[in-house]
Nanobody, 120 residues
């Protein structure tokens, strides 16, 4: 089966850039029909879709986060990354990576999530 694993620092200082990597095993991130997604959940709040990168490398972002968000990939390592700049304490959340099937319209695989705290 497909496995996704988030990694990166758990503590980031305000104004710095949050950087996370999602390592994928079991399938190539270039496989057709899938989006690779970043989602977060702040404390006490619901899931927030942040953005996605397609199998061909096209990117899409939540308009409210677009100016601060960059999603990229390294196909040689089968990884995709999230960078969120100019972070504030409101960016504190559990961050998830996930896969979504375009044709089925479902999130079929998720990482376990990683806690990121923005604090000085």
């Amino acid at each position: 089966q497909v496995q996704l694993q988030e990694s990166g620092p758990g503590l980031v200082k305000p104004s710095q850039t949050l950087s996370l990597t999602c390592s994928v095993s079991g399938d190539s991130i270039t496989t057709n029909d899938y989006y690779w997604i970043w989602i977060r959940q702040p404390p006490g709040k619901g899931l927030e879709w942040m953005g996605a990168i397609t199998h061909s490398g096209s990117t899409y972002y939540d308009p409210s986060l677009k100016s601060r968000t960059s999603i990229s990939r390294d196909t040689s390592k089968n990884q995709f990354t999230l960078q969120l700049s100019s972070v504030t304490p409101e960016d504190t959340a559990v961050y998830y990576c996930a896969r979504k099937s375009y044709s089925l319209g479902v999130y079929d695989y998720w990482g376990q999530g990683t806690q990121v705290t923005v604090s000085s």
